[in-house]
């Protein structure tokens, strides 16, 4: 009997080799509403994967669908470069008043393109300006983007190879626990400050994750980040948190660093800034850190007016009372590792772990293939979750911060439900 193999997709004909989620997830999405998406054929899936962050408030959101409808339905300017528009102004407005002051920050906003590595390339520029400097110290198993500068100062190998040439002026330093403890913080890092003989050129800046989203989902402490803010003072370097991933409530306060009680020099935002998924970037700074001439660093689509609508409708809606907030994504997370640490206990032979917080978790185990096994019957079931780390080892779970209890325990009970019948070798339901 000859069997027809069904004909290749215009995705697989036309479109590159690089593309890489469509892989893992080999349906065609067509809608979503909330925390449910749902493919060509009617299927729906649970979403944890949240467009990699960039869908805290969910997908169509309906709140922020209304005021793009709105705008869009008035003829509002949607391209703009960097001309003052209305939409920009409101965005202002409401980012000062309802996330800046209220955390006592005074910094300067500047829009420096549409993504998250625009932020991040702008942050090392002024770095560099400002101090004079080269040199710009990242940590293991960062990951800050993909272009050459942003690459630089991300750990991923497979990512930095890419590149196809030297990726220079970055030098890695360990992470909180990257020794598991045995070796006090920053020793390594301070001793090559001190020492003339280290070849390490003095740094004009720090760049950091507080929780490593695509490094694995790493979760720096407090008091570890605390003790970095206090070394760049005492080294003169400036300290930039790339809060890309993290920000925007994702750990529970809208910037990730805030529990820890330090004020970076710099700070990139993307992601979720825009509300609604919606490209839109920030690079925020101190004030005395303004340094650019006009139009020393430009570009395109600096002024996205669609984004600051939604960008402004997700402030009004979810940031006006930010407590509320920050509480309903804590008790989400609770409840997420409460399961998590049910999963731990149910496989104790594997080596499994978790760790997060907010709502930001992972899952790993010592086999670094299970998470990928286990995030495909994920799939199976009818549940988007990703894998992260240098080998794809750990199960990344990042629901939308709008996801109710309900939907979050059928989630989680289905992954529950994936990693037992991984464990068991099942292919069946």
Not at 75 to 84: N, W
């Amino acid at each position: 009997m000859t069997v027809t193999q069904p004909s290749p997709s215009i995705f697989e004909t036309l479109e590159s080799e690089v593309r890489s989620y469509c892989r893992s997830w080999p349906v065609v999405f067509d809608r979503a509403r909330g925390s449910r998406i749902h493919d060509e054929d009617g299927r729906t899936y649970l979403d944890f994967f949240s467009g990699a962050g960039a869908l805290n408030y969910g997908h169509n959101n309906p709140v922020l669908k209304r005021a793009l409808l709105d705008y869009l339905e008035r003829d509002g300017v949607t391209h703009s470069l960097d001309m003052s528009t209305t939409a920009k102004r409101a965005f202002l407005e409401r980012f000062q008043d309802l996330v800046l002051r209220p955390r006592g920050l005074t910094h300067k906003v500047m829009f420096p393109g549409p993504t998250g590595t625009n932020a991040v390339e702008a942050a090392l520029k002024l770095a560099r300006k400002v101090k004079g400097r080269e040199a710009i110290v990242s940590f293991t198993n960062a990951f800050h983007g993909m272009s050459l500068g942003s690459l630089a100062v991300t750990g991923n190998s497979m990512k930095r190879a890419g590149a196809g040439i030297p990726l220079v002026h970055g030098t890695p330093m360990p992470f909180d626990n990257y020794f598991d403890g045995r070796v006090a913080d920053f020793l390594w890092f301070e001793r090559l400050l001190e020492d003339q003989g280290s070849g390490l050129n003095q740094p004009a800046a720090v760049i950091v994750e507080t929780v490593q989203g695509e490094g694995g989902v790493n979760v720096a402490r407090p008091e570890w980040l605390r003790g970095l803010a206090d070394l760049c003072e005492r080294r003169d370097m400036l300290l930039i948190v790339d809060d890309v991933q993290m920000g925007c409530g994702r750990t529970g306060s809208f910037f990730s660093f805030e529990e820890a009680g330090i004020v970076p020099d710099i700070i990139t935002l993307s992601k979720s800034i825009g509300g609604y998924g919606l490209p839109m970037a920030l690079t925020l700074f101190k004030p005395e850190l303004d340094v650019w001439e006009p139009g020393e660093h430009n570009g395109t689509f600096r002024g996205h007016n669609p984004a600051f609508v939604t960008a402004t409708a997700a402030l009004d809606t979810y940031w006006a009372d930010s407590d509320s907030m920050t509480k309903q994504t804590i008790a989400r997370g609770e409840q997420t590792e409460a399961v998590l640490r049910e999963i731990v206990a149910e496989h104790p032979g594997t080596g499994a772990r978790h760790r997060g917080r907010g709502l930001v978790w992972g899952l790993e185990f010592d086999d670094k293939g299970w998470a990928s096994r286990a995030s495909a019957r994920a799939f199976e079931l009818g549940l988007l979750i990703e894998t992260s780390g240098p080998q794809d080892e750990v199960l990344k779970l990042l629901p939308a911060l709008t996801i109710t209890a309900d939907e979050l325990d059928e989630g989680l009970r289905t992954l529950a439900r994936a990693v037992r019948q991984t464990a068991q070798g099942e292919t069946n339901t």
